[in-house]
């Protein structure tokens, strides 16, 4: 089993969403994020001085997954959050030990 | 005395009302703008200020300010503690009850104190702020409402010296009110020292809807403050309200000017921030301008309360909410304004400098707005360091990083995530009482049977 960790603007959250609903992908976990990466952030002024603010919104989409439905899965998140401006985000893969479902005790594949 | 005037008496309470409300305005104004870990403590400075300037303004304030002169200096409250010989309808103060004079007189006490504490955010201890509050309203705020706002004949036979040998124009408290409380903000922040991380770490409004909210309450409450000087409901009334209209969109204007030249975006909290510097600017001035004059007024005021904020950061002065920017410098400009822009047109009768009325009106403005500055300014140091090596002014740096809103109150604003909800501190003391102390065990072991059903965290 695979850990898919996707970083992406939270203005795509809903197409990436739709597109792996399409796709077949029963569940996930969102969580809001800050962050930055080449982006890097933008600055606010309050009363004239200047504030450089690094961290900006960003939402963390992680999908538990077979190994080898892991690429696919990739595939769309990518089709979905990519905008083609600068900071649309990174995907990571993990591998997973166990997976278990809390109300059944269900482990393994049968528990995502 | 003059026969009570029924529709100067209802203007007056009103207007006494709309000031009151000015007080928890500047607490929103306040507290929008400091981090989200000290907004309580923000506001309740101000709200502390209301219960113990109220009090002392009842029990010794008004005979301080407003009894008999004792060389023009401060009032004798002989004869005045506690207000019960005010309480004949013979008292009269002008067409007023003399408890409208005091109602009317209290609620400037009261904000004139809340106004200091924008200087001293996020590192105050609470408790010592009360004491000050008490102190420096007695030392401070109400020998100098003595000096500017005792009339000879009004109150007393003979008032305070600013009012009545200076004859300096200050129709509703630039010198007494923001003069005075930006002196003392500027020596409060000096006596405490700045913020941990200031001029290093980013210290944001956090609630910047706040912050219009509460300029707009303190834009409404001081149509009561500089109208309601008037004392009657009259022309000198209305002129007041219309300068008092005219200052302050001209201040907003001219602070969102400079913001969009110099900084390429006008900001909202520039337009509350200009809002706030014109009504400090016209009133000393609202009974002496013409409509432009008020104008022009204002628009001096914005600008230079526009620049005027960012010199803290050059002089290291963690003046946190700007008191000085805005209050002292607002108040200077309004102040000494009035030499310059004085029309005998308006009911205070007397022409500035450039309506060909001369010097003399200028000198008395700047030295009535100097001596205010300077007694509040050393006064303040002296009352704040005594405080500091006695009580304790400032919290330690621990409390200081977790926020004094925790710290200092035990509270925190904002309950925004159900993994901050906790559980009742009772329902854990019943349980240690009835149950032994089972062994250390990581937080997200089973809830084994007989243990409390708590509220675990909530799952995903």
Redesign the interface.
């Known amino acids: 089993m695979k850990l898919i960790t996707a970083i992406i603007k939270p203005h795509q959250l809903e197409t990436v969403k739709e597109a792996l609903e399409a796709f077949g992908v029963h569940g996930m976990t969102v969580s809001e994020a800050s962050g930055y990466g080449r982006q890097r952030g933008h600055s606010e002024v309050y009363r004239g001085a200047e504030y450089q603010i690094d961290f900006v919104p960003k939402v963390r989409m992680e999908i538990l997954a077979e190994d080898e439905d892991a690429g696919r899965i990739t595939d769309v998140i990518l089709g979905a959050a990519r905008t083609g401006r600068i900071g649309d985000g990174k995907i990571w893969i993990v591998p997973v030990d166990a997976v278990v479902r809390v109300r059944t005790g269900e482990q393994g594949p049968g528990a995502l | 005395m003059d026969k009570i005037n029924t529709g100067d008496t209802a203007w007056v309470l009103a207007s006494a009302a709309l000031v009151l409300l000015m007080t928890p305005g500047l607490a929103l104004f306040y507290g929008g703008m400091v981090r989200v870990k000290s907004v309580l403590n923000m506001m309740m400075m101000s709200f502390a200020a209301l219960g113990t300037v109220g009090l002392a303004w009842v029990l010794w304030g008004y005979g301080l300010a407003f009894g008999p002169s004792l060389g023009g200096l401060v009032g004798d409250p002989r004869g005045l503690l506690g207000l019960s010989a005010l309480m004949s309808p013979d008292a009269v103060v002008g067409t007023l009850p003399a408890m409208a004079f005091v109602a009317f007189q209290a609620v400037f006490a009261i904000i004139a104190v809340a106004l200091i504490s924008g200087a001293i955010a996020d590192r105050a201890r609470f408790s010592t702020w009360v004491v000050f509050t008490v102190v420096w309203a007695t030392l401070v705020y109400f020998p100098v409402a003595h000096w500017v706002f005792a009339f000879d004949g009004a109150t007393a036979e003979h008032g305070g010296w600013i009012a009545n040998s200076l004859k300096a124009i200050d129709f509703a408290g630039g010198t007494a009110v923001h003069i005075n409380a930006g002196a003392a903000g500027l020596a409060l922040a000096l006596v405490l020292g700045p913020r941990l991380g200031f001029r290093k770490e980013?210290m944001?409004?956090h609630n910047l809807p706040l912050v219009m909210l509460g300029a707009g309450l303190l834009w409404f409450g001081w149509f009561g403050f500089n109208a309601g000087s008037a004392l009657t409901a009259g022309s000198t009334a209305a002129i007041a309200w219309v300068n008092t209209l005219a200052a302050t969109c001209s201040a907003m204007a001219g602070w969102l000017v400079v913001?969009k030249l110099?900084?390429?975006?006008a900001?909202s909290?520039?337009a509350a921030?200009g809002v706030v510097a014109g009504l400090v600017a016209i009133t000393p001035a609202c009974s002496a301008l013409d409509p432009v004059g008020s104008v022009m007024l204002g628009m001096v005021a914005g600008i230079a309360c526009?620049?005027a904020?960012?010199l803290k950061?050059r002089l290291g002065i963690d003046d946190s909410l700007?008191v000085v920017?805005v209050h002292l410098v607002g108040g200077l400009v309004g102040t000494i304004g009035v030499g310059f822009l004085a029309t005998s047109a308006a009911p205070a009768k007397v022409d500035g400098l450039l309506h060909g009325g001369g010097l003399a009106p200028v000198w008395a403005q700047i030295i009535g707005a100097v001596t205010v500055l300077a007694y509040s300014f050393v006064m303040t140091c002296a009352i704040g360091w005594v405080l500091h090596k006695t009580l304790g002014f400032r919290v330690d740096p621990d409390t200081e990083a977790r926020g004094v809103d925790l710290g200092q109150h035990a509270e925190t604003a904002y309950e925004l995530t159900m993994t901050r909800a906790g559980r009742m501190a009772s329902y854990l003391a019943a349980a240690a009482v009835t149950q032994p102390l089972p062994a250390p065990t990581p937080r997200n072991t089973a809830v084994t049977e007989g243990a409390a059903p708590g509220n675990e965290t909530t799952?995903?």
């Open positions: 980013p944001r409004p913001e110099r900084d390429g975006h900001t909290l520039g921030s526009a620049y904020v960012g950061f700007d920017g799952p995903q």
